[in-house]
């Protein structure tokens, strides 16, 4: 019973600090969006980024939310096969929404990616080019279960059944890295700058397949029984 406590208190903070969140997201992205309105050059793409972040932020949140106020329904799941079930949800849940977020983040990265090779890239630039791969490693770590909510409920997430769907990701998207890191080393023999360009997508590519592999095999899986 004190141990249910405890969680039920760890899961409250969780929340608050999962509403702020969202809440900064949400003001972050407000504020980029009036702030840009109006603005050319550096000024306005380092609003874009801005409500970009935020917006991606104020997402984080929201499902951080929803995950944490179903806590109260664990008392009456003293087996945990519904707690295991919702973990599992919402593990395939992220793994749908950040290859999404990661894919719009690209397309801004591509317009940057441009601007840094013609040499006229700023700061806001090279953190617009980061943002794709930087949420490509994000699915891949919710996907290899390195992620703290993994690490943290690794008893209700961790089966055979998921080391199974966890290797034909990996797989899937090692195979579309190493397809993707072909061609842009063929491109950059023609071309260094459309090599490096071609960079980009070939590393959000290979993190949009693990997650979005993952999350399609464990719908399967789902669906099987």
């Known amino acids: 019973m004190a141990a249910m406590e405890m969680d039920e208190k760890r899961s409250r903070r969780g929340s608050r600090s999962a509403l702020v969140l969202a809440g900064a997201g949400v003001a972050a992205a407000v504020a980029g969006w009036i702030g840009g309105r109006g ?6 793409t380092a609003w874009g980024v801005l409500a970009g972040v935020g917006f991606a932020t104020a997402v984080v949140g929201v499902v951080r939310v929803w995950r944490d106020q ?16 919702r973990l599992h949800v919402d593990r395939s849940r992220q793994l749908w929404i950040y290859p999404l977020l990661a894919v719009a983040f690209l397309v801004q ?6 601007d840094i090779l013609e040499g006229t890239g700023r700061t806001s630039d090279y953190l617009q080019a980061l943002l794709p791969v930087l949420y490509a490693w994000l699915v891949v770590a919710i996907t290899l279960g390195w992620d703290g909510h993994t690490r ?7 089966d055979e059944l998921t080391l199974v769907i ?3 990701a990996m797989t899937a998207a090692a195979v579309v890295l190493m397809a993707g890191l072909t061609i842009a080393f063929g491109l950059a023999l023609w ?7 071609a ?3 070939a590393l959000t590519a290979g993190g949009v397949t693990a997650g979005i592999r993952f999350a399609w095999l464990d ?3 789902g669906k099987a029984g």
Not at 78 to 84: E, H, I, V
Not at 191 to 197: P, Q, T
Request: without cysteine.
């Open 39 to 44: 603005t050319e050059g550096d000024i306005a």
């Open 70 to 85: 179903r806590i109260e329904q664990d008392a009456n799941d003293p087996g945990g096969a519904l707690q295991r079930e």
């Open 109 to 114: 990265g591509t317009f940057a990616m441009g």
């Open 152 to 158: 943290k409920n690794r008893r209700w997430l961790e």
């Open 166 to 168: 966890r290797a034909r």
């Open 191 to 197: 071309r260094i700058e459309i090599g490096v360009m």
């Open 199 to 201: 960079l980009l997508f």
């Open 219 to 221: 719908r399967e899986a």
